[in-house]
């Protein structure tokens, strides 16, 4: 019985204050039966303790699952009567760090909830939380992260910033975070330079903002904070790199043309594209700007861009890439018969390719 005492002792660690008197398995859940402690409890109103007892109440709280399966503590509480004169006071016994008031959950299975919706939220912190038997549905899950008290008294010393799309297109926002700790410390409602540059005031203890290309963040941070050290964030110091690689890779076009013999200034596609940038750099000669010339144009703003970055119009090109598709086993069968009759019907062609169908197939 004593290595019976100790494994519970073990197991519920957690409930040490109170007092274990019976553990029942009842299949899918573990009820623990006990009780507090008798000594004397200390009363809400004027602080004298108290061990006089005027009745017992039973408290049912969730505990945290063990082997799988839901744990419920049912602990008899007492009521006592406080004995300063004139308080006239009855109060239940709280036992901190286990039972908490009004509380139907006892505090570490609480602080588990907390840490599960502060990653995941309603929906699915429900559902993650079922998978380890805690009942609990999403809009406990989202009163419990509401319940959690905002941090207070953070400086940050290095912070992160970015904008994120809360509807593309349309509404975008900043998030702001902490580099060191990966942590995000606020959300701010847009983009602009003046609502970034309100934060950075008053947050005056940043010395490093870790950013992305944006002029505007850029300039935020130097009208704020003028010396704080602006650096590229590793995604996008990585992504240029990329892109600046691949661009220059496409301005040696006609190397790889020549080299693949595969001309890239055949097609209409082509001429459009030399026409385009002959007629963009042709306005902006003249002293004309990328909203005037995408307007003159009748081309998006974003495009009129990246024909003005183009230096010269090798840089626009492609070199036409094939790929394959369905009607490759059948190409020799169908130039044969169209070099017979070129008058012959397409849908002709296709009913003779689907009898070939097998012998192609072999073929290939």
């Not at 049912?74 to 039972?99: I, K, M, S, Y």
């Not at 950013?211 to 003028?226: N, V």
């Not at 062609?349 to 097998?358: G, M």
């Amino acid at each position: 019985m004593k290595d019976v005492n100790e494994l519970v002792q073990m197991v519920f660690s957690g409930l040490s204050p109170l007092v274990i008197e019976e553990v029942t398995d009842e299949g899918e859940r573990i009820v623990v039966r006990a009780r507090t402690p008798t000594e004397a409890a200390v009363c809400p109103v004027c602080g004298a303790p108290s061990g006089r007892v005027h009745g017992y109440q039973l408290r049912t709280v969730a505990d945290v699952p063990v082997d799988g399966r839901r744990v419920v503590v049912r602990v008899r509480v007492r009521r006592l009567v406080c004995p300063t004169r004139g308080c006239c006071h009855t109060f239940r016994e709280q036992v901190p760090g286990v039972l908490e008031r009004y509380q139907r959950r006892t505090a570490r299975l609480t602080r588990q909830v907390k840490a599960v919706v502060k990653e995941l939220a309603g929906r699915a912190g429900a559902r993650l939380l079922a998978v380890l038997a805690v009942g609990l549905s999403r809009h406990t899950a989202l009163r419990t992260l509401l319940r959690i008290p905002l941090p207070t008294g953070r400086r940050p010393r290095v912070i992160g910033v970015d904008d994120f799309a809360l509807r593309r297109r349309h509404r975008y926002a900043t998030v702001v975070s902490d580099a060191e700790t990966h942590e995000r410390i606020d959300v701010l409602p847009d983009r602009t330079a003046d609502t970034l540059e309100a934060w950075l005031r008053d947050h005056p203890d940043v010395e490093v903002v870790c950013r992305d290309a944006s002029t505007t963040y850029a300039e935020a941070i130097r009208r704020a904070l003028p010396d704080a050290v602006q650096v590229g964030d590793r995604w996008h110091v990585w992504h240029n790199l990329c892109e600046a690689a691949l661009s220059e890779v496409k301005a040696h076009s006609t190397c790889w043309a020549a080299v693949l013999d595969a001309p890239i200034y055949d097609g209409p596609r082509a001429q459009t594209t030399l026409e385009r940038w002959h007629q963009v750099h042709e306005l902006l000669d003249k002293g004309v700007g990328l909203l005037e010339c995408a307007r003159r144009l009748q081309l998006a703003l974003n495009t009129v861009k990246r024909y003005a970055r183009a230096d010269r119009p090798e840089r626009m090109l492609r070199v036409p890439k094939y790929r394959a598709s369905l009607v490759d086993p059948y190409r020799e069968h169908l130039r044969k018969r169209r070099a017979e009759d070129p008058a012959v019907p397409v849908s002709h062609l296709f009913e003779s390719s689907k009898r070939s169908r097998p012998s192609a197939s072999r073929a290939a």
